[in-house]
Each structure stands twice: as C-alpha cells, then as structure tokens.
C-alpha cells in the first residue's frame, strides 16, 4: 500500500512558476515508476508526465514539454514537478500518482495503482 500527499498548488500569474510535490508512504517507493495528471473543470483526467523508478526516463504531454519537469528523489520518497511559464490553461487539479507497470510514453490514467487526493493549481491574473 503506497499513501500519496501532494502539496505546492495555488494561486499564480500567467507566465508565473510553481513547483508541486508528491510525498509517498512506505519502504518501496522506488519500485513506483510516478506520474502527474491533471484534471480541468468539467474535463476528464489526462496524463502530464512521469518518471520512471530509477528517474533515468521521464515523459511528458506535448502540451507541458519545455516548461514541466518531473524529478524524483528515492532518499526522500517525493516526486516533483516543476512548473515554468504557466497558462491559463494549465488551470487544474492536479494529482500524483504511481504504478508498479512499466510504461513508456504516456501514462494511461487506468494504469496507475495508487492516487493522491490532488492540489489545486489556478492560473489568473
């Protein structure tokens, strides 16, 4: 059993940065390959990025490439994501998650075993 936190959202200006983080429970956190979603207002959940277990590989959404990034430290069982040059529409909720499944490219939202409850991440002037 893996109990996820996030924590790191809030209120920012467009074009603005904020750097979420995800503190997993347990000894086997780095068995987890760890991913980010997010989910809009009215939207489903899509996939945004994910680390593999040893943080060698990570992937992301083409809409968030170049401006997220996904890191993980194993000492401190915390994913992070690392948000630069925010929009409007990046507005969401945005949830950790983690998977003992191998994946490369996309996360599906399916395959992930244990979730967070999520932060909020508003994106307004």
């Known amino acids: 059993q893996v109990q996820l936190v996030e924590s790191g959202g809030g209120l920012v200006q467009p074009g603005g940065s904020l750097r979420l983080s995800c503190a997993a429970s347990?000894?086997?956190?780095?068995?987890?390959?760890m991913g980010w979603f997010r989910q809009a207002p009215g939207k489903e959940r899509r996939f945004v990025a994910a680390?593999?277990?040893?943080?060698?590989?990570?992937y992301y959404t083409d809409s968030v490439k170049g401006r997220f990034g996904i890191s993980r430290d194993n000492a401190k069982n915390t994913v992070y994501l690392q948000m630069n040059m925010l929009k409007p529409e990046d507005t969401a909720v945005y949830f950790c998650?983690?998977?003992?499944?191998?994946?490369?490219?996309?996360?599906?939202?399916?395959?992930?075993?244990?979730w967070g409850k999520g932060t909020l991440v508003t994106v307004s002037s």
């Open positions: 680390i593999s277990r040893s943080g060698g590989n990570t």
């Open positions: 998650a983690a998977t003992g499944r191998t994946y490369s490219g996309s996360y599906p939202v399916g395959g992930m075993d244990y």
């Open positions: 347990g000894r086997t956190f780095s068995s987890y390959a």
